[in-house]
T-cell receptor, first 113, second 111 residues
């Protein structure tokens, strides 16, 4: 099925460990985004990529890095995980200039202990 | 901070219309109003958007006031599956990358 695929779905890390969250879309969208959602809160934008080869910081970029590997894939890396990064991470994609909504993945639930 | 204000929760009887209000008094002339919903802990789902005119699609209707300072999302015949958190967002859309989600309205549809 077409859409946004995130891996892994669940992950537990120890403080200081690193990991990369993967996101891929098969809708030929140019723009991709990473959000985090803490319990009882709305989503906050971490980084986004308006097009292949570009990335920009969002509202809460500290502690994260991103790579737009190609048009399909946009990864989020935690270099040294902290308990404050325990959250649900959502990837999304969209077509720039098309006034429709974003398509979101099903999320990665990350716990840092 | 989110640029929109929504009530934290609402109840609706199954089969009745659910009317979800949103205040966006500082919206600029070329910002759209978007509505999304999030069921359980799934990724948000796009519902509808509009600029000035009222809009309707297979999921919902969007009523925007003439001064564009507020809007109402209408689910004409709510079902139990419509229980979700509904987010109202004002945004330039496209590739601006700044959909700012507030806490939304938790809609509970009751039998």
């Amino acid at each position: 099925n077409a859409g946004v695929t995130q891996t892994p779905k669940f992950q537990v890390l120890k403080t200081g460990q690193s990991m990369t969250l993967q996101c891929a879309q098969d809708m030929n969208h140019n723009s991709m985004y990473w959000y985090r959602q803490d319990p009882g809160m709305g989503l906050r934008l971490i980084y986004y990529s308006a097009s292949e080869g570009t990335t920009d910081k969002g509202e809460v970029p500290n502690g994260y890095n991103v790579s737009r590997l190609n048009k399909r894939e946009f990864s989020l890396r935690l270099e040294s995980a902290a308990p404050s990064q325990t959250s649900v991470y959502f990837c999304a994609s969209s077509v720039p200039g098309q006034w429709d909504g974003y398509t979101f993945g099903s999320g990665t639930r990350l716990t840092v202990v | 901070d989110a640029k929109t204000t929504q009530p934290p929760s609402m109840d609706c009887a199954e089969g009745r219309a659910a009317n979800l209000p949103c205040n966006h008094s500082t919206i600029s002339g070329n910002e759209y109003v978007y509505w999304y919903r999030q069921i359980h802990s799934q990724g948000p789902q796009y519902i509808i958007h509009g600029l000035k005119n009222n809009e309707t699609n297979e999921m919902a209707s969007l009523i925007i006031t003439e001064d564009r300072k507020s809007s109402t999302l209408i689910l004409p015949h709510a079902t139990l599956r419509d229980t979700a958190v509904y987010y109202c967002i004002s945004s330039y859309g496209g590739s601006q990358g700044n959909l700012i989600f507030g806490k939304g309205t938790k809609l509970s549809v009751k039998p």
